[in-house]
């Protein structure tokens, strides 16, 4: 007797929707001290110490800069003749940053991994540096019938982990390609009003979420409402936490220049000590 065929899965269950979530934001510091310079501000833009607090957005445990491998250059460019252009392929002196945030739900709890590449960039004769997310993954832990339900909707597979004796082996494998171009740019600019350098951020989103169309019924309203109300709960979170990077960002540049002040002082007065070492040899009485 012919075993029964297994029943295919229906085109309807294979039906794929999407939703769209999208924003712009910007955020701007406090004036900096009177006395800053474009010189200063290109040194600090360029200091390697400073690439953190432009990451962290005031939690340096939070983001880690990551070497620029062969896999990340080309997962960056994959990025860039999708969506950001070719005006920021990656360049010597880029790099990588991963960046987490956990958020917790009631049954829920959420790891967000963004991975992004950073570099400096001038613009208009001013110093800058951008942020491109170019992968991320997420890790749901709580409830079993919660996380599946999460991870349908963020059009995750699961599947189960393969034990290795390497840790890193399937890194890069882990990592999605980013749901849509997600952007963040540091500048700095003159106030009109007082005539002070301030820090300026301009974010922009655009995130694009497929999963089965069968999944529409558990939404708690209408698409389109959906798309708006996540919309504008994403853009709040984000202009919340571009407030706290540029005014953290402010509070790293301050602290910079105080060190550059601190050292060359240290230098200087190295300096003068020789010189006055040196004129006190000259003034010695000779013996003949």
Request: hydrophobic fraction near 35%.
């Amino acid at each position: 007797m012919a075993m029964a065929e297994r029943a295919k899965p229906s085109s309807s269950s294979r039906k794929k929707t999407s939703l769209l979530f999208q924003g712009d934001v910007s955020a701007e510091s406090s004036p900096l001290p009177e006395n800053t310079t474009p010189a200063d501000l290109t040194n600090f833009f360029h200091d390697a110490d400073s690439r953190l607090a432009f990451a962290s957005g005031g939690d340096p445990s939070s983001a880690e800069e990551l070497e620029l491998t062969p896999e990340w250059e080309s997962r960056w460019k994959q990025c860039c003749n999708r969506w950001y252009g070719s005006a920021f392929l990656p360049q010597r002196g880029d790099c990588v940053f991963e960046c987490q945030e956990f958020s917790s739900f009631p049954g829920l709890t959420v790891c967000t991994t963004v991975y992004a590449g950073f570099k400096t960039m001038q613009t208009k004769g001013v110093p800058g540096c951008c942020f491109l997310v170019i992968g991320q993954k997420q890790t749901a832990k709580g409830l079993p019938p919660i996380v599946w339900v999460f991870n349908q909707l963020m059009g995750k597979k699961t599947t189960k982990k393969k034990e290795s004796n390497n840790n890193n082996e399937n890194d890069m494998e882990a990592v999605l390609d980013p749901w849509g171009p997600i952007k963040s740019f540091y500048s700095v600019e003159k106030q009109s009003t007082t005539g002070r350098w301030v820090f300026r951020l301009h974010s922009s989103m655009q995130m694009q979420i497929e999963f089965p169309s069968r999944l529409l019924k558990i939404l708690p309203s209408s698409k389109a409402r959906v798309e708006a109300q996540g919309s504008a709960g994403i853009t709040k979170t984000i202009a919340k936490a571009g407030q706290k990077g540029v005014t953290s960002v402010r509070e790293a540049f301050v602290k910079h220049q105080s060190q550059q002040q601190e050292l060359e002082a240290a230098v200087n007065e190295r300096r003068s000590r020789r010189r006055i070492g040196f004129g006190g040899v000259g003034l010695l009485p000779i013996a003949y």
